[in-house]
């Protein structure tokens, strides 16, 4: 439930944020004619968001056995790196509002008021739709490897958008810059567990090699697991199961398994100094 909450409630937390900000530089600027257009790039992105999860669900649905884990797999490892890009972005974006503002006075500068309506339109739709589609593939990816809960992905979706109404009411002071980090470090050990839990689809379809089958297992014996009686630690036990939706946890890993989830970890710590490195750089050095 975790999982499926902290996935939702930031992708949905980024797209309420590019439309608050535009509706807020609309009416500080007095063009509050435009508000219809963003209303309408709103609808018809969600619809679209919509459209893409059916159609991802129909196409996931013809694919049995070896095909099926292929395809399981790369869904999860085509998660893990757009959680990784958007994590990285954010890490590197200081002056978000300034630039959908810029982006937002461009459209409105234009000569011809349609194309200001389909700038600002498309403005609006591209963010909805970007933050829809990765939502529908973060899900199904998160449903391969443990299930997703709907509840949770619906209290995520509530909960980003009152929290980026009282943003740009001023109605409460909210530290999103501490937000997104603590989210960030969440999300940064899921995709971890989407890269290993995809290396685990690779293996059983016979693609990967999983170099040593089982570093550990303590998993139950048949018997038990007939009767339900899962071990704590087990995947489907009472902690086990909520360390695996989010961090990828494995009773029985690889060894390859194993690696490949450190290696995503030392990757992303590498980039993330990079980053950090780049930002000092142009705070010293003088534009």
Known sequence: ?????????????????????????????????????VYYG?????????????????IAGGFEGKAEAIFEGTTMLIG??????????????????????????KHLMKTEPLFSHVGI?????IAIVREGVETVIFLNALNYANGVHFIGGLLGIGIAIVVGYLFFMSVKKINLKR???????????????????????????????????HV?????????????????????????????????????????????YMFYLVVIYFLYRQIEKSRVTKTIVPS
């Not at 339109?121 to 739709?125: D, M, T």
């Not at 050990?189 to 890269?195: D, E, M, S, T």
């Open 80 to 105: 893990a790196f757009l959680l990784t890009t958007m994590i990285l972005w954010m890490m590197k974006q200081r002056h978000i509002a300034k630039e959908i503002e810029s982006k937002v006075e």
């Open 42 to 58: 709103i609808v018809f992105g969600i619809l679209a968001s919509l459209l893409a999860a059916l159609a991802f669900t129909v």
């Open 216 to 260: 550990w297992d303590i998993n139950p014996a048949a018997p038990l697991a007939a009767q339900g009686i899962y071990p704590a630690l087990h995947e489907k036990g009472a902690l086990g199961s909520f360390l695996t939706g989010l961090f990828g946890y494995n009773g029985n890993p690889s060894l390859l398994e194993i690696l490949s």
């Open 121 to 125: 339109f498309l403005l609006i739709f």
């Open 179 to 213: 937000l997104f980090n603590v989210s960030s470090i969440l999300l940064i050990l899921f995709a971890a567990g989407l890269v290993a839990h995809g290396v685990h689809e690779f293996e059983e379809a016979g693609v990967f090699n999983p170099i040593i089958e």
């Open 1 to 37: 439930m975790l999982e499926s909450f902290l996935i939702t409630s930031r992708e949905t937390l980024e797209a309420s944020l590019v439309v608050g900000i535009v509706f807020a530089y609309l009416n500080r600027t007095n063009n509050r004619n435009y508000k219809k257009t």
